[in-house]
């Protein structure tokens, strides 16, 4: 790769940032930050994970998460149980209210994906989740 040519890494950065402040952007009317969409997504998809599998699944920290999810449990969103089924973290799970406001945001989210892919020919699509996935998997070697 030549001085002139900007690196993958970059690229890939570059791309994460526009597609983030994007969805901050569309999530905002449903008073969601990308994050909290993030959680909202992964508890319907794992209800009852922990809140330290949570953060781990959305990429933070176990302190963030907590500060995450007050809000969250304060709109209503989601609901810690009173029992934990084994240890002693409590398991998390998304309310109906927060099961809605998600189905409200998959279209905005999924509009703001297409958006960011429309110019790539499906094969080029594959090539690109292909490739990324190669990437993942090379450095979580």
Same mark, same amino acid.
């Given at each position: 790769?030549?001085a002139?040519?900007?690196?993958?890494?970059?690229l890939?950065?570059h791309a994460q940032?526009l597609?983030?402040?994007?969805m901050e952007?569309?999530?905002?009317p449903?008073g969601?930050?990308? =994050?909290?969409?993030?959680?909202?997504?992964?508890l319907?998809?794992?209800?009852?994970? =922990?809140a330290?599998a949570?953060?781990?699944?959305?990429?933070?920290?176990?302190?963030?998460m907590?500060a995450?999810?007050?809000?969250?449990?304060?709109?209503g969103l989601?609901?810690?149980t009173?029992q934990?089924?084994?240890?002693?973290?409590?398991?998390i799970?998304l309310?109906?209210p927060?099961?809605?406001?998600l189905?409200?945001?998959?279209?905005?989210v999924d509009?703001?994906?297409?958006?960011?892919?429309?110019?790539?020919?499906p =094969?080029?699509?594959a090539a690109?989740a292909?490739?990324?996935?190669?990437?993942i998997?090379g450095? =979580?070697?």
């Amino acid at each position: 790769m030549g001085a002139s040519e900007p690196s993958i890494g970059y690229l890939v950065k570059h791309a994460q940032a526009l597609l983030r402040a994007r969805m901050e952007e569309d999530l905002a009317p449903l008073g969601l930050t990308v =994050s909290q969409y993030s959680c909202l997504y992964r508890l319907s998809v794992e209800p009852g994970i =922990s809140a330290a599998a949570l953060a781990r699944s959305v990429f933070m920290t176990r302190q963030s998460m907590g500060a995450m999810l007050q809000p969250l449990t304060d709109r209503g969103l989601v609901r810690r149980t009173q029992q934990a089924d084994a240890g002693r973290a409590l398991p998390i799970e998304l309310t109906a209210p927060g099961a809605a406001l998600l189905e409200d945001a998959l279209p905005i989210v999924d509009a703001v994906e297409r958006e960011m892919i429309a110019d790539l020919a499906p =094969s080029e699509r594959a090539a690109l989740a292909e490739g990324l996935a190669r990437c993942i998997a090379g450095l =979580s070697r």
